[in-house]
């Protein structure tokens, strides 16, 4: 993996993965999606976050299913694991200009307990 760090309007570009920005707050579903990255080749999207009804959950999204069986999957995660991807994204962006997302991930952590 190049790790070569780009960000570009507020994203940060790894490699062939773009991270999003985390939210804090919760979608039209309920859910608060705290890491959002996405592949540009293959097309392929993980994601993780706190769900609606306060569990924990990993998503993944294989967006070129006619091309391989579909292997898209939504599941719950224990609290340590999802300390764990935040634990790594944070790792990620320590030497960027993305210190605002600091601030959001802290403040996840800290409603979490």
């Avoid at 069986?69 to 962006?93: A, G, H, M, N, P």
Wanted: charged share 35%; net charge negative.
């Amino acid at each position: 993996m190049n790790d070569e760090k780009k960000v570009i309007s507020g994203q940060l570009f790894i490699d062939r993965w773009i991270y999003s920005k985390p939210e804090s707050k919760p979608n039209k579903d309920g859910k608060i999606v705290v890491i959002s990255m996405k592949s540009c080749g293959p097309l392929e999207v993980y994601e993780w976050g706190i769900a609606s009804d306060r569990t924990f959950y990993e998503k993944y999204v294989w967006c070129e299913n006619d091309l391989f069986e579909d292997t898209s999957y939504e599941r719950k995660i224990s609290k340590e694991s999802f300390l764990e991807q935040i634990e790594k994204v944070e790792e990620l962006i320590k030497d960027t200009d993305l210190k605002d997302w600091t601030y959001v991930y802290d403040e996840i952590v800290h409603m979490i307990g």
